[in-house]
């Protein structure tokens, strides 16, 4: 098996525009945030959003108490006490995240933009955020991108991934909510493009079903993770059933993760695999259903035998094959983490992890991602089906 | 066996040759007899734990083999050659009926002819060569020849005997001692429970013996390699002998190299790094006693998970002396387990004895729970003139706890004495919270009071329309705090005045979990809300089934609460829908605590529970056997929180067993504070109590 390692990357890299865009949107950044934060002590801050106090309760401070040591208290006013602490508080957070992520890549430019808001939908606006806002041009944010491949050995594509990303109403706020699967199929005849074709269909209209439809309608009250493990328990009874009608021994992995607001909800089997690439690198978040991956959870295969190991393959679990199933389940809040990968071991038996995480950096869009992530795995061999799902995160708040 | 999936691996597969005396399988299993199908989309998962046809020999091969369309079960059946009734071989051998199929091999009862006047039965081995690549056929060759070559040389009760081998037809034979009888796989699946220990003894020490004649044997040591019970068969009286020597071989230790031969479930891990040491037998010895004492399939487990399913919690009949054994047996490391089958042998006879044998010797220690009270010291208690409710905080060396008779009550918290109190208009339900030199509490009077710290004065008051019972929460300035007046109100910790409120539907009893952007908190009215921290606009509410008085606490983007509905949610922070819930036998008001990876939880069912706060799985339960209220509060690795039996309880929190308990004069409902290694605690008894333990 052939490894591409970094000089087959600098190919690659020829044919990107990488870095062009990159730095005249910094500058620009650099000139709007200084604007901003010259701007945010003059706002007036916005009174209307604070429910004040009836005038006979409001009654005049002791000079001691207004004396007390609070951050910026001199400058507090009686009808917005809050709102400087507040600003202090957005650009205290914004600093953090930003000098996270700065110091995770390892560019200075970076640092220039702690005036920037992390903003998605459940973001309530505030006056006092509007000149961050404004200047804000985030390097990532929610989109994502999937992409399968047939490879370049096998006639058939027996893996099926899936993507979506949608927002759903909540009380005073809307949720970004994203479901994210790859499944990697397997058995003669067919039967595991159509295993893994029925566990994509399952799990999708089981999220729906009972997360999404109960969401729009505000009655939801199901509990994600037994959700989301159920949801691979139906797909393997489908396809377990489907397979003893049709006589076939057809099975499938399935990782799937659904994306609510800032945390994920996993649920895996099999020997596909899900990655987050935090800001100290990509790390992978499930663990490979394989004897040759369980050896090495326990320490007595090496991971670089592993690739070469002629039992590799061998899976202990599967979704399809036994009448039930224990499915893994792991919840992660993405925190400062910049991707969620998905992919088949048609990618991740081929690509090593810094190349992994090269084409991650290399663009912000998950399509540019998934098409060299595709290439990649196909000028190493392409042996298998290839499959990726790439998802570019929001930013943490919290 | 298990499943593979490409290829390159599939491809070889050469299951190897099967054994004497199994019955022929049914026509549902015979699809098994097909050669792997090499199609691109081999991967299997291995169905039935009888499956015998996916033994591998997979040989890294320079090339796939090319794609060949799948088999159906009919055409396989048609591939395999079976010889009918009756047909002589040599001249000498009558074919009686097949009785065995393996992946490679097809097993005759066969009557030996020359011998005219007695019926000699014995077992007629034949290559059965469907591989369809001469590479894989010339493997197969090479390893009947040699378990041929190899069984020729062994002379062992438990190992059959060889009469005869011969090629007739360009097939292969091999005709061997018939061995009547059952493998041990039939006789488990028979049973079809774990099986007695004594039986398992003699049949292990018998296994033992042979394993260490053959890793005895020179020149060079034999590793069985594929022990496991389908391949071990008892005859007669419990009398063992093992089968299907395809794929033993001479150990050459120059050759460091082997393929990775063996069943999943019960091969050493050192196999699969192609290493074969006698050791491997004795792990795989290992796996197969795990599997006739528990009845647990090693198949259908995840591989080397034997440790998780400790013998003796599935079958507790089994004696601490042979756990021990086979846990040995089952070391990962090949040098901790037990130098020799024979160094084996010795431990399972002195379990027969009744004498332990060296090695075996280590029994666990008994649980070192140190009980009872000699430990716990109390360094004071101070006396108030009514029940005390809810729970102190400390802070700067003072202690502050509010009293049902109506004082905050201010002490040192290092001798107890006091300082000074403050007397509301109602009884104190609420606990004091402390912020900058504010000490701030609710009441029953319906006002949220704000003392100097140092002197007890009155800074501000700050008055709900019912009493307040819930406890203010203090982030930035702001104190948040929840009243009987159905509204949630954020106050200016300063001055006094509201910064905002929020109305719900019922009296609010929970206290606030803050974050920098919202707080979270429980009502009667079943919600848990999400507001905004700014200006109380509702991110979202949640509704459980009852009220929920339990107050939320904030981890890792999840947000842990009780209901009256007796399940703990832990709800995602951001959408509010439960990822996980767990139901207990009653109430929650107690609130949770995170400690490490684990949440704590009380529950009116009488149990303190300890879950993974990722995912809610019970880590572990402890039976108080009266209601508990209080919270738990964990430090330094201890869990401590009151009952209403009146103890003060402390926990080892990784494991949930007592370390000690205290005993005061009435419930205890009130949640401990610790400082400085010292509990405090208010009790119904009128008291606060400072314990050390």
């Given amino acids: 098996m052939a490894h591409i390692h970094q000089s087959l990357d600098q190919e690659a890299d020829a044919t990107t525009d990488e870095g062009a865009p990159t730095t005249p949107l910094s500058e620009a950044e650099q000139k709007t945030s200084e604007g901003a934060t010259e701007a945010a002590p003059t706002t007036v801050p916005d009174a209307a959003v604070w429910w004040n106090s009836s005038a006979t309760d409001d009654t005049p401070l002791p000079a001691s108490i207004q004396a007390t040591p609070v951050p910026a208290a001199e400058e507090d006013t009686p009808t917005a006490p809050m709102s400087l602490l507040e600003i202090e508080h957005a650009r205290q957070r914004l600093a953090t995240i930003a000098a996270q992520v700065a110091a995770a890549e390892d560019e200075p430019a970076m640092v220039s933009e702690l005036a920037t ?60 909510v994203g479901l994210f699967i790859v499944a990697d199929g397997m058995g003669g005849h067919q039967g595991g493009e159509l295993a893994s074709r029925l566990a994509v269909r399952t799990v999708v209209h089981q999220v729906l079903s009972q997360l999404v439809l109960p969401a729009l309608d505000d009655n939801m009250n199901a509990a994600l993770q037994p959700l989301m493990i159920s949801a691979v328990q139906v797909a393997n009874q489908t396809i377990w059933e489907a397979a003893q009608s049709l006589g076939t021994d057809m099975g499938t992995t399935c990782t799937a993760a659904l994306l609510v607001g800032h945390a994920l909800y996993l649920a895996h089997v099999g020997d596909s695999r899900a990655y987050l690439f935090e800001p100290g690198g990509l790390r992978q978040l499930t663990s490979d259903h394989s004897t040759v991956g369980r050896l090495i959870q326990l320490g007595q295969l090496d991971p670089s035998e592993a690739r070469e190991h002629p039992l590799r393959n061998q899976l202990y679990r599967t979704i399809g094959q036994q009448p039930q199933v224990m499915v893994d389940f792991i919840y992660q809040p993405i925190g400062v983490s910049s991707h969620l990968l998905l992919c088949s071991d048609g990618l991740w038996g081929l690509i090593d992890t810094p190349m992994l995480e090269q084409a991650l950096k290399r663009s912000p869009w998950p399509q540019d991602t998934c098409n060299e992530l595709i290439a990649l795995a196909n000028l190493a061999g392409g042996e298998d089906n290839i499959s990726a799902v790439v998802v570019s995160l929001p930013l943490a708040e919290r | 066996m298990g499943l593979i999936k490409r290829v390159g691996t599939k491809g070889l597969g050469t299951p190897s040759a099967d054994d004497s005396t199994r019955q022929i399988p049914a026509a549902e299993s015979s699809a098994r007899i097909t050669p792997p199908t090499e199609e691109e989309s081999t991967r299997r998962i291995q169905g039935q734990p009888t499956d015998e046809g996916t033994k591998q020999i997979p040989v890294a091969p320079p090339r796939p083999a090319p794609p060949t369309p799948a088999m159906s079960a009919a055409a396989s059946i048609a591939d395999i050659h079976i010889l009918p009734t009756g047909t002589l071989l040599q001249g000498r051998y009558r074919i009686e009926e097949p009785i065995g199929v393996g992946g490679m091999s097809v097993v005759y009862r066969g009557r030996d002819m020359r011998f005219k006047d007695v019926v000699r039965y014995c077992a007629i081995k034949e290559m059965a060569q469907t591989a369809p690549d001469s590479h894989t056929r010339a493997l197969n060759l090479k390893n009947f020849e040699r378990e041929a070559g190899l069984l020729a040389t062994l002379q062992h009760p438990a190992i059959p005997k060889v009469y005869d081998f011969f090629e007739e ?105 192609g290493v074969a040491e006698p050791q491997g037998d004795v792990y795989a010895l290992g796996a197969t006693l795990h599997h006739l004492l528990t009845n647990t399939d090693p198949r259908l487990e995840t591989p080397f998970t034997f440790h998780e399913r400790p013998i003796r919690q599935l079958n507790s009949d089994v004696s601490v002396d042979m756990e021990i054994i086979v846990v040995k047996a089952l070391e990962y490391d090949m040098n901790a387990r037990w130098e020799s089958a024979d160094a084996m042998k010795q431990a399972l006879l002195a379990t027969i004895s009744g004498v332990s044998a060296p090695g075996a010797t280590a029994l666990p220690a008994a649980p070192a729970v140190a009980k009872g009270t000699p430990q716990t010291e109390l360094v004071w208690k101070f006396a108030c003139e009514d029940e005390i409710r809810s729970s102190p905080a400390v802070n700067s060396g003072m202690l502050f706890v509010g009293c049902y008779d109506t004082n905050l009550y201010a002490l040192d918290a290092v001798r107890g004495e006091f300082r000074w109190k403050y007397a509301t208009d109602g009884g104190i339900n609420s606990s004091p919270a402390v ?140 959408g509010g829908w439960p990822a996980w819930r767990f139901r207990t036998g009653h109430y929650i008001n107690s609130s949770p605590c995170v400690f490490g990876s684990r949440v704590f939880v009380g529950g009116v069912d009488g149990f303190m529970y300890a879950f993974d706060a990722k995912n809610g799985r019970l880590a572990w339960k402890f039976e108080v056997g009266s209601q508990i209220t209080s919270s738990p509060r964990v430090e330094n690795g201890r869990a401590y929180f009151g009952a209403v039996d009146g103890n003060v309880y402390c926990l080892d929190a990784g494991t949930g067993t007592l370390i000690w308990k205290y005993l005061t004069g009435a419930a205890v409902v009130s949640t401990p504070a610790i400082a400085d290694g010292i509990v405090y605690v208010g009790s119904m008894d009128h008291n606060i109590y400072a314990l050390k333990g």
């Avoid at chain 2, 069985?224 to 009398?239: A, I, L």
């Avoid at chain 2, 504010?438 to 949220?448: K, M, P, Q, R, T």
């Avoid at chain 2, 107050?551 to 922070?573: K, M, R």
Wanted: net charge neutral; glycine share 8%; proline share 5%.
């Fill in chain 2, 435 to 574: 912020w900058q030199d504010y000490v701030i509490v609710g009441s029953e009077d319906g006002a949220l009071y704000a003392c100097d710290m140092r002197r007890g004065s009155l800074r501000w008051t700050f008055r709900t329309g019912k009493p307040i019972r819930s406890s203010p929460r203090i982030e930035d300035r702001v104190v948040y705090i929840g009243s009987d007046d159905q509204h949630i109100y954020a106050v200016d910790a300063i001055r006094g005045v509201p910064i905002w409120k929020y109305r719900t539907w019922n009296p609010i009893r929970s206290s606030a979990a803050i974050t920098s952007q919202v707080i979270f908190i429980g009502g009667d009215d079943g919600h848990v809300y999400c507001l905004d921290i700014r200006n109380g606009a509702l991110k979202w509410k949640q509704r459980t089934q009852q009220p929920v008085r339990s107050s939320p606490t904030f981890h890792e983007g999840l947000v842990y609460v009780g209901s009256l509905d007796q399940s703990l949610y832990a709800l995602d922070a951001e």
């Fill in chain 2, 169 to 273: 037809d360009h097939r292969l034979y091999l005709v061997l001692e018939l061995v009547p009888g059952k493998d041990l796989e039939a006789v488990l699946e028979e049973v079809g429970t774990p099986i007695s220990e004594a039986r398992v003894v003699t049949w292990a020490i018998q296994i033992c013996d042979v394993l260490s004649y053959l890793h005895k044997h020179t020149p060079q040591p034999i590793v069985f390699r594929d022990m496991k019970p389908s391949n071990v068969m008892v005859v007669g009286d419990d009398r063992i002998v093992l089968i299907d020597f395809g794929i033993a071989r001479n150990l050459n230790r120059s050759d460091r190299k082997g393929t990775m031969i063996g069943t999943e479930g019960y091969s050493p891990p050192e196999q699969y790094r």
């Fill in chain 1, 117 to 176: 808001e992390p903003i998605d939908a459940t973001h309530q606006l505030d006056i006092n955020q509007a000149p961050a806002l404004i200047a804000r041009r985030s390097r990532q944010g929610l989109a994502a991108m999937a992409v399968r491949d047939v490879g370049r050995v096998r006639e058939m594509n027996q893996d099926n991934v899936f993507a979506m990303i949608t927002t759903l109403p909540r009380d005073g706020t809307d949720l970004t």
